[in-house]
């Protein structure tokens, strides 16, 4: 079987810069094998229903499947813890950010494909179980027919079939009817994992809709610091235009009384002269 559900290590997530880059890390390779053990399962469900189907495929698939299924369990548990790591360094901020958005694009796709998948198998399995009853059932109308035949066709069918293979056939239709059994409750573990997907993608709704608002409150945030600075600006120049008129008020104020001495003085200096 393919090796792409190998064992992998989970990463707490801290608050420093280490923390968020190791556990960045161990998201990104979690989404590499859930891509990789997604193409696996799409071969092997694929192979349902043709002459290379096996009860081995069969097994190697739910192992596949239920190893997927936990490893994007827990994947989206390092996802949610990642978005909760800030950081004040602004030069970090917008780095950080584009790789949360970035991991939590890449699981998303990789979580798609891999529901996708999940339902051609549930789809493909409850085709072959509905099958499987079917020919069950015309076993035993075939059976029950037997007891409305002639009473030479009796002494025939007891002619041919001994006591041995009479109790061989019922084994076998047992073992049929606990197959069966084990397949549907199967599939439903298969529909419930689906439904735990469709929890995991509300999760990453929701995340991504209240990082949205937090980005649209700074935003927010920014654009009333702007008009505040804008504002502030615009009274300093005004402030700046009063000082400059003030300014100019007193000098032509201070220029008219020179002039106003300077002819007083001169008045004064012819008269004392003559």
């Not at 694929?46 to 097994?59: C, V």
């Not at 649209?216 to 120049?237: C, M, N, P, W, Y």
């Amino acid at each position: 079987m393919d090796g792409g559900y190998s064992l992998y290590q989970n990463s707490s997530g801290g608050r420093g810069e280490r923390d968020f880059h190791q556990l960045a890390h161990s998201i990104g390779s979690s989404i590499q094998k859930i891509s990789k053990n997604v193409t696996s399962m799409q071969r092997m469900v694929h192979q349902l229903g043709t002459p290379q189907e096996s009860s081995d495929l069969k097994s190697q698939l739910r192992q596949l499947q239920h190893y997927t299924q936990q490893l994007v369990k827990d994947t989206n548990d390092n996802i949610k813890e990642l978005s909760k790591i800030n950081t004040s360094v602004p030069s970090e901020k917008q780095q950080w950010k584009m790789q949360k958005e970035r991991l939590t694009e890449e699981f998303t796709t990789a979580l798609t494909s891999f529901q996708e998948v999940q339902r051609l198998e549930a789809q493909k399995e409850k085709e072959d179980i509905k099958r499987a009853k079917q020919a069950s059932g015309r076993v035993a109308l075939n059976m029950d027919g037997f007891g409305g035949a002639s009473t030479r066709q009796s002494e025939q069918l007891i002619e041919l079939k001994d006591q041995q293979e009479m109790k061989q056939a019922q084994l076998q239709e047992e073992q049929e009817l606990r197959e069966l059994e084990e397949r549907e409750l199967a599939i439903r573990q298969l529909e419930s994992d689906i439904g735990d997907v469709n929890q995991i993608f509300k999760d990453l709704g929701q995340m991504v809709y209240e990082q949205g608002e937090v980005i649209d409150s700074i935003e927010a945030h920014v654009e009333k610091t702007e008009i505040f600075v804008s504002e502030g600006t615009g009274q300093l120049r005004q402030a700046s235009n009063y000082q400059s008129k003030a300014r100019m008020k007193k000098f032509i104020f201070f220029t008219c009384l020179g002039l106003v001495l300077a002819v007083i003085l001169a008045y004064i200096i012819y008269e004392l002269s003559n």
